[in-house]
């Protein structure tokens, strides 16, 4: 359990550094989205490499040995022999969200993505209270995690309770979905979609 919860805390560590896009796109949106698309690229080649094993013995390719080393430390169950989709999913619910929504709305999902689904994996792994019916994987400590880190993200944003309470809201329902990786696409996007609404 313990060693479960330290992968959980890099990973999740990894995870939360996504909050800082919001800086880069107030800078330049065009730097925002080329970082992100340099980055999936090279995480890409570094799973490429570490799933057939050609960095070994290659001088040129050891860079990649960290980010390899990494990736096989916080990998879960199939992850450790299979492609591990979450960092390129997290990338495409942020590019969304830069597309899609004005700046604000886009700060407060990648916030909701950054903030509650972490809160919400760490939460889960500490507090597995299980309660809800058809969704084994989830517990009541990673619904409660999500809301109230995404609301407070929300309120500091907005000053305003009720339109917090209705992103966090939104949020913790994504992230009860079963959709695995893909939550750090949809997340982003949903609640990019309702702070539209609200602001």
């Not at 570094?46 to 390719?61: A, C, D, F, K, M």
């Not at 299980?130 to 929300?154: N, V």
Request: hydrophobic fraction near 50%; aromatic fraction near 10%.
């Amino acid at each position: 359990m313990v060693q479960i919860l330290k992968k959980e805390l890099v990973r999740k560590s990894l995870h939360v550094l996504i909050a800082f896009l919001p800086l880069i796109v107030r800078s330049s949106q065009e730097q925002a989205v080329i970082l992100l698309g340099i980055g999936s690229a090279v995480y890409c080649l570094s799973e490429y490499l570490r799933l057939t094993g050609r960095y070994e013995g290659n001088v040129l390719l050891r860079c990649f040995r960290p980010i390899i080393s990494t990736t096989e430390y916080v990998s879960r169950g199939n992850e450790k022999t299979g492609f591990m989709k979450s960092p390129l999913t997290l990338a495409l619910g942020a590019l969304l969200s830069i597309y899609l929504f004005p700046f604000t709305a886009m700060k407060l999902g990648i916030f909701a993505l950054a903030f509650g689904d972490t809160a919400a994996a760490l939460l889960g792994s500490t507090l597995p209270v299980k309660g809800i019916p058809y969704l084994r994987k989830k517990s009541l400590g990673g619904m409660a995690g999500c809301f109230t880190a995404t609301f407070i993200a929300s309120f500091v944003v907005l000053g305003s309770a009720g339109s917090a309470l209705l992103i966090a809201l939104a949020a913790t329902a994504v992230e009860t979905l079963p959709l695995r990786d893909f939550d750090n696409a949809c997340i982003p996007v949903f609640v990019g979609w309702v702070a539209s609404a609200l602001i």
